[in-house]
């Protein structure tokens, strides 16, 4: 994959102009979470009305692909219920990104995703994707 | 302290050739490798000594009495020899194999950590050291109730030692240092520490895994007291690695961990140990990769320390030069004078996974991210840094090619 192919204008795009980027006062849930891989960090904060997901917002530091991937999982969370949010998984992301990854960028592109799952579960999950690895 | 040898001309493009890896091209582009701190590629000459144990004398050692092992087992006690005399130890029996420098310290903090550290005791270390030589000492420190204590370093990535005495003070059991940072490249005054961490009476362990390759070391001029080292670091191959340890130390100490070959004699009821080093190295030991770092030796000390050292002092300056000259960079650590080959840098707010990613499709391999230093980056205040390390097989066209693509980085993200 060339370089212009793996940082397409999409990624890049969302790496420079983050959707739903920040934090919510008072959120109904809030969840951190970081990769020890490389130090990257993401809180989400999400706002719930009747079962819904009415504002979403990612926050922290990381790389283009773990940014990119936050900002087009909130725009795919937005307005779903909690248990569509439930539904998304790693293909999901991985469709939105477009692009091939090895194993290192995987946990970059999953971490938002394991970010969201840990708040919507309250309780920490494996990474997303590591019970397909087998 | 060794005298520098006559000026001699080594050919590094030369030597580039004995590496296969580079004859393949990444991204179709010629594989320009900067992760030697990571780890280094192979010559041919190690290549084959590997090949030439298992195709003409694959034997077990200290067993048979058959020809090959025989063979095998001369030869593999040639390889303890020669990292003998390459260490400066007094004796063969001060060198004990293992699976490399994080087998090496955790041998020292079990076998002889778990018998002369005690509640209340202190252990000493940096705030530069790499995982391997922190988390042994904290699962150490954790089972018998010990103190961790720690060398700041300074702004410019040095060991700042105003406040030693103060930390030496109190029931200091031992320290344990790298001698060369493997994120700042920094080359720290072990002799100095170990000197005076001696007047008070504890045991001084230097991790060697940087500074073997890069500058040689000298054990009785360090004056430690074990002093652990990978091979794989150092063209050898993964998996082997030794560590020296003063004789009336080593032979103080219980074995490390229990089997074969480690035993004088056996009883159902109970067994008697091995001499040193012997009684260190359990089960069949990791005999090819032993023959294959005999060869790495041999291939170093042919270049010498000296020209490696000023290889790497000449491509140290000049990716500082280089990068300098792009607005955002920012190196860390010391001066090229005070540093081996390794220089870590970051570049405005891009990501170091992005930085890497760019360069890996120029062909440039570097590490991006925290290096298994993670309090060292807390202290530096970032959470990731991209890393270029050298060795014997780069030479200076490869760091135009790196400031080439972390130009292209910048440019690709500049926000």
């Known amino acids: 994959m060339s370089l212009d192919d793996f940082y397409r204008q999409t990624i890049l795009d969302h790496y420079q102009n983050p959707r739903n980027w920040g934090t919510l006062e008072n959120p109904d849930i809030s969840a951190q979470d970081a990769n020890p891989l490389c130090g990257d960090e993401i809180r989400v904060d999400l706002k719930i009305k009747d079962d819904h997901v009415e504002a979403v917002r990612f926050s922290g530091k990381g790389c ?43 946990k970059c592109a999953l971490l938002a995703l394991k970010t969201l799952k840990v708040g919507v579960y309250g309780v920490q999950q494996s990474w997303p994707g590591e019970e397909e690895d087998e | ?196 961490a001696h007047a008070r009476g504890a045991v001084v362990v230097v991790d060697a895994a940087q500074s073997l390759p890069h500058l040689g070391v000298d054990v009785q001029a360090l004056g430690c007291d074990f002093l652990a080292f990978s091979g794989h670091k150092m063209l050898g191959p993964t998996g082997i690695g030794a560590l020296y340890g003063k004789r009336s130390l080593l032979d103080a100490m219980p074995p490390f961990m229990g089997g074969g070959e480690m035993i004088r004699e056996v009883k159902l009821s109970g067994s008697t140990w091995n001499d040193t080093p012997w009684k260190f190295e359990a089960g069949t030991m990791n005999i090819a990769d032993t023959m294959a770092l005999g060869a790495a030796i041999d291939y170093v000390q042919a270049i010498g320390f000296d020209a490696i050292q000023a290889h790497s002092r000449e491509l140290v300056t000049e990716t500082t030069r280089l990068l300098g000259e792009i607005p955002g960079t920012k190196i860390y650590g010391p001066s090229p004078e005070e540093r081996g080959g390794i220089v870590a840098f970051t570049l405005d707010d891009i990501h170091a996974h992005d930085i890497a990613t760019v360069l890996d499709h120029e062909g ?52």
């Open chain 1, 64 to 106: 283009s692909i773990s940014r990119a991937a936050a900002s087009m999982l909130s725009e795919a969370v937005e307005g779903k219920t909690l248990d569509e949010v439930k539904q998304i998984n790693r293909d999901d992301v991985l469709d939105m990104l477009g692009i091939e990854l090895g194993p290192v960028r995987l």
């Open chain 2, 1 to 196: 302290m060794k005298t520098l040898a006559p000026e001699r001309r080594v050919d590094f493009a030369a030597i580039r050739k004995d590496f296969p890896i580079f004859q393949q091209k990444m991204h179709g582009k010629p594989l320009i490798y900067l992760d030697s701190t990571a780890t280094t590629q192979k010559p041919v000459q190690v290549l084959d000594a590997l090949e030439r144990y298992y195709r003409t004398y694959n034997a077990n050692i200290h067993r048979g009495v058959y020809a090959i092992a025989e063979e095998a087992t001369t030869r593999y006690e040639e390889v303890r020899g020669k990292i003998a005399r390459l260490l400066n130890a007094r004796s063969h029996h001060e060198i004990v194999f293992t699976r490399g420098t994080t087998e090496s310290i955790n041998l020292v903090s079990h076998a002889w950590g778990r018998k002369n550290v005690g509640q209340g005791d202190v252990i000493l270390l940096t705030e530069m050291e790499h995982h391997s030589n922190l988390v042994p000492w904290q699962m150490l420190a954790a089972e018998k109730g010990a103190t961790l204590r720690f060398i700041p370093i300074d702004g410019q990535g040095r060991l700042d030692l105003s406040g030693l005495d103060k930390l030496l003070d109190g029931p200091l059991k031992l320290v344990s240092l790298a001698h060369m940072s493997n994120v700042l490249g920094t080359i720290n005054p072990v002799a100095e520490i170990a000197r005076r």
């Open chain 2, 364 to 415: 440039v391999a570097v590490r991006a991210g925290h290096h298994c230093a993670m309090p060292l980056h807390a202290k530096l205040g970032v959470a990731a840094t991209t890393r270029a390390s050298f060795y014997v097989y780069n030479l200076p066209s490869d760091l135009v090619i790196l400031a080439e693509g972390v130009r292209k980085a910048k440019k690709l993200f500049s926000r």
